[in-house]
């Protein structure tokens, strides 16, 4: 069953501009993380921030996490062309089951 | 360089044929996962396995049978039981269950 649930589902943006996505769970996790897929590929794993971290930064990435709201957003800064592709949210759930559970992710594309 | 390989790309199956999808890892990841991707929609879980010999159902196991004889290796058997087959299938692998995923580039299953 699917865990989380991305929002939106496509955002457009130019380059230059921060692009940000949403992801909200229904349980309690271990840790989210959050993924990258380009068209017709597989996907990339950008970030994984654990239920006792608030705040995570990877180069222009930036992951935030609310337990009690049950909500994490990623923040890309400085969006390049480069950056088109598909971010899913992932959750691990110790006491139910041993693999991720993927939402639908969001379709972003950034345009020169 | 380390990776892992999922064989062939593409796959035309017929009507009430067994089709065999190979993924292939040399991280030394003890987990290795199969998802199944639909148009637009997110990842759903088919089989994991934790270790060699051993492996779960997931959301979505029927119709699907899979072996881990040996750690680098996770074969999906994709049987004529499976009635909606065409998809785009995606193997991945970890060190535990809770680390990040290492993707395969995916196989696009279809059915003629």
């Known amino acids: 069953s699917q865990q989380g649930e991305e929002d939106p589902q496509a955002l457009s943006i130019q380059e230059g501009e921060n692009a940000t996505m949403n992801c909200s769970y229904k349980?309690?996790?271990?840790?989210l993380q959050w993924y990258r897929q380009n068209s017709g590929r597989g996907l990339v794993h950008l970030i994984l921030i654990r239920s006792n971290e608030r705040e995570k930064h990877s180069g222009r990435l930036r992951v935030t996490l609310d337990t009690s709201k049950k909500s994490s957003s990623l923040l890309i800064t400085a969006s390049r062309a480069a950056d088109t592709a598909s971010y899913f949210c992932a959750t691990y759930t110790a006491n139910s089951g041993y693999a991720l559970n993927f939402g639908k992710g969001t379709s972003l594309l950034v345009t020169p | 360089d380390g990776g892992i390989t999922q064989s062939p790309k593409y796959l035309f199956r017929k009507e009430g044929q067994n089709v065999t999808l190979s993924c292939e890892q040399n991280l030394n990841h003890d987990a290795m996962y199969w998802y199944r991707q639909d148009p637009g929609q997110g990842l759903r879980l088919i089989y994991y396995s934790q270790i060699v010999n051993d492996f779960q159902k997931g959301d979505i196991a029927e119709g699907y049978s899979v072996s881990r004889e040996k750690k680098e290796s996770f074969p999906l058997t994709v049987t004529s039981a499976q009635k909606n087959p065409t998809a785009f299938y995606l193997c991945a692998s970890s060190m535990r269950q809770a680390d990040g995923y290492t993707f395969g580039s995916g196989t696009r299953l279809t059915v003629v």
């Open positions: 349980t309690s996790i271990n840790n």
